[in-house]
Structures are given as structure tokens and as C-alpha cells.
């Protein structure tokens, strides 16, 4: 009855008024409140719809069912397989779909439909495996980009072995927090190939030298991630070395050099097959015949044996207390030892080694300049921010600056607020210093005496009468400036004793050296008349 009525009102409708009656049908449906006869007609109807030629009738109806976990399963299937803007919308939330159908439809459909597959809140890593395996880049971004998805180690090496060269690949999946550390070395390393050839391309380097650098730049990224590993990580980053086949022995000598013991335990436990308890305890015992066995039994090769030996006797003794190396400068020192060892080697087979071992020695310079610039930067910032910004009090500046200058100014009252107000240069002085080297000018004090006048006044006849004398015989040598009164980094402030060789007689001197001569006979002459008078 309810499907003769639907084609009924339908039937000679526009695909507007269709889309709209499928979706209100659609969701009678789903509501769940029609009875069993009529549900099961409703149901007929809407398979029946999926026939309809009008693409806006389909979307109607996987819009209105694509959230619901009581659509009927084949209307979901069928929608799934529809054109991708239809399909898109129950393949991205419908939770009718079992893992077989998304596989199936990831296989089949395009990146449009995979990239909705991978959005989905519940996937699981069948299906973000099959996505890995047969997605491209877009839909690996969004499988990526998905934070609920789970996705297994191998799918993501996957992922980068075919796509890792898009750079926003690369970010999507190390901005995720459950990424293994295998991966991360993976594209750490695709990274490195990839600079290395665009430096080869373009000229600038070698391929020889190009590839050195890939493979340096790959070992060292290996070792700064096992920098925070945990062991069981360390482990899985061990095995995927050797299965890729970088686990070399030029990087198990790098680790021991530069201080990555546990990296170089696990290592040499994985090649020779011992437990990593066993290898700390010979590699405690460098030169002992066991060291040497295991060695061996890594597969190391004999040249390498001296170096190592050496790196770890210096190791040793930084443990035992005989040497007080530790950090960058230990690591320096067992590299230097090892250079010291391969010395007596013959030149023709230890040229390799010493070159390595060269490059490591500059590395680890490079790295404890780097640590001591930025310590000295911590240490300046800390040294600025705890540094005191409070000024004494004016009036303990004022009491203090009048103590030390009593000998040389007249200081107005130390309570004073305003700027110091220091004579004119042109008129004042004209034949004094720059304001710096007078005396007292770093005195912060009010000058009373801003004429040459006021300072003949303060003259005695005796003093003025011996400074005559002594112009005429010769030129009076200046004493040193005055010590200034500077603001200490403590709460108190330091202040320099007063020097026994400045007395008031020689200040007031010098002070009158500045004024010129036949001001000092005219003004001798008005006080003699003065004299006189009186």
C-alpha cells in the first residue's frame, strides 16, 4: 500500500519533489514506528528508489540514512557503490558498513571515496592497511590527519615507502602521538635521500659525497632518537636497522663514540646473538680476550677493534672516578683515543677509519659549542631577569655623593628632585674640558657656582697669590679625574675612598686654572680697592 501510494504522488513529480519525499520516507523508517507490514513496504520502496535516475533522490536518501545503525544494510551497500559524492557520505559515517565492505570499496573506488573511508571515526587497521597499500596521497593525508584511526607499524612504513616524498604526508603522520620510532627514523632517512639527490641534481655536490652525507645524516638521526627511547622502542629500532640493512658498523662506532652505550648494547646483542647483560659486562673489559669474541661474533670488522677499545678504556675510567670527563668533553676524548690508536696502523687501511673518525671528532666540537653558547645564553638571561630594578633612596644618594664630593663642589640639599643643572661650556668655562672629564661630573649634584666670579670669591689671598706664582714658573700637572660614584647590583652602594693625594687646596686650584689670567688680576685688583676703602 505505502510503495502504490509513494509512486503514486511520485510518479509524474519533479526530482526536487521526489528527493524530498524519499528523504521524509527515509526517515518514517528509521524512526522505527511503523508497524511490521508497513515497515517492510517502506523498506521495498526505498530499494526501490535507489533506481531512480535523478542523482538528487540517491543523495536524499544516503543523507537521511548515512548515521543510522537501522538503515536496511543492502540500501548501504548499494549507496556505497553509487557516483563518489553519494557514495562519500555513508562510506565516511555509516556504521552499518562491516571492515569487508570498506576494503572492497577502498579497492574499488577512487581517491575520493578512500579519503572518506579514511575519515571514518571507527577504522580499524585492516582497513587503513588496505588503505596504505592501494591509496594515493590524498587519502593517505587524510588517513594520516586521522587521530582515531588505528594503524599499524607496518601500515605506516607503507605509507612512507610509497608517498613519503609529499612533504604534507610527511607532517601528517609526525604530528601523530602514537607514531613508532621506526617510522620516524624512516622519514627522517627518505628526508636525507631526498636533499642528497637535489643536491646532486643541481650540482652542488658529488654523488660520493651525496651519499655519505644521506647515510651520516641517517645514522645520526637513528642515534638522537634513541636519545628518548625507551628500551623496549630502542629494541624495535635496533631490528628495523638490521632489517633494512643500516645497522653497520660505522654506525654501532658512532654510537660508542658519542656516548650512546644502551644503543651500542642492544646493537651488539642483536648481531652476535648474546643478551644485553652479557655485552655491558665484556664491553666493561675492552681488552679482554671476551670483547674481542664478541666482536668477532658481531661481525665487526678487525680493524675496527683498536678504536673501540680505545673509545671504551677512556669510557671506563669516567665511570671508575680515575678521570673527571663526563658530557661533551668525554665524548671528545674517546674519539681522540681512537685517532691515537689507529696512529700506528698502516696508512693504506686505517685512511677510511681515520677520516670517520675525523668527521666525528668535528661533530662532537661542534656539539659542545653548541651546548656551552646556549648554557652561557641561559646564564646571561637568568644573570638579566635576577638582576635588582629598585634605586636606593634619594636622599642615601644625596648624603653619600655629598660625602665623597665635599672636598671638590658646593652640593646643593641632597633632598632635591630635580636634574642636575651643570654651568655653560661657552661662558662659564671657556677653556674647560668635555663635561665628562671635569671634576665631579659624574657627581649627580646641583652646582651652586655658575660664574668665575662666584669661584674668585671663594678664593683665599694666600691661595690665589701661590697659584700666581706657580703659573708663571710652570704648568701646573693635573691629577687624574675624580673616581665617580656608580650604582652597584647590590642594594648597597659601593662607593671608592676618597684619595689623600686630592686635597681641597689642589681641587679649588685646578677649578681656578680654568679662569683666565687677567680676569684673576682685575678681580685681585677690585678686592685690593675694596680693602682699602673698608
Known sequence: MILRQFLTLTQNATPERRAEAAGTLTRSYLQGTLGPEAAWEAKTTLLALLDDPAAVVRRALAQACADSDQAPRPLIVALASDQPDIASLVLARSPVLMDADLVDCVAMGCEETRAAVAGRSDLSKPVAAALAEVGGAPSLIALARNPLAAIGTAALMRMVERHGEEAELRQALLARTDLAIEVRHAIVALMAEQLSRFGQNAGWISSERGDRAAREARDAAALALS????????????????????????????????????????????????????VAGLMLEPHGA????????????????????????????????????????????????????????PFAEARGLMALL???????????????????????????????????????????????????????????????????????????????????????????????????????????????????AAMVQLPAPAPEVLPATTPEIMVEPKRTARPRAIAVAVAAGMIPEDLILSYRADRERQRLAA
Not at 238 to 263: D, M, N
Not at 304 to 325: E, S
Not at 391 to 408: F, M, Q, R, W, Y
Open 358 to 472: 675525523a668527521r666525528f671528532e668535528a661533530e662532537a666540537a661542534r656539539d659542545e659549542a653548541r651546548i656551552l653558547a646556549h648554557e652561557q645564553a641561559e646564564a646571561q638571561a637568568r644573570e638579566v631577569a635576577e638582576a635588582p630594578t629598585l634605586l636606593p633612596a634619594p636622599e642615601t644618594v644625596g648624603n653619600l655623593v655629598a660625602e665623597v664630593s665635599s672636598d671638590i663642589l658646593i652640593l646643593s640639599p641632597a633632598s632635591t628632585a630635580s636634574e642636575p643643572s651643570l654651568p655653560d661650556t661657552a661662558t662659564a668655562w671657556p677653556l674647560a674640558p668635555r663635561p665628562e672629564e671635569r671634576i665631579g661630573a659624574a657627581v649627580a649634584a646641583e652646582i651652586v657656582p655658575e660664574t668665575a666670579e662666584t669661584v674668585l670669591a671663594g678664593l683665599a689671598d694666600e691661595i690665589m697669590a701661590h697659584f700666581l706664582a706657580d703659573r708663571a
Open 290 to 345: 671476551g670483547f674481542a669474541a664478541l666482536h668477532r661474533r658481531a661481525g665487526l670488522p678487525a680493524l675496527l677493534l683498536p678504536a673501540i677499545r680505545a673509545g671504551l678504556t677512556v669510557w671506563r675510567d669516567a665511570n671508575g672516578g680515575r678521570n673527571g670527563l663526563d658530557g661533551p668533553r668525554l665524548a671528545r676524548s674517546m674519539i681522540e683515543a681512537a685517532l691515537t690508536a689507529c696512529e700506528t696502523m
Open 227 to 278: 636519545d628518548e627511547a625507551e628500551e623496549a622502542q630502542l629494541v624495535r629500532l635496533v631490528a628495523h636497522l638490521r632489517v633494512q640493512e643500516q645497522l653497520t658498523a660505522g654506525l654501532i662506532l658512532r654510537a660508542i663514540l658519542s656516548l650512546r652505550l644502551p644503543f651500542a648494547e642492544i646493537a651488539l646483542a642483536e648481531l652476535s646473538g648474546l643478551s644485553r647483560a652479557r
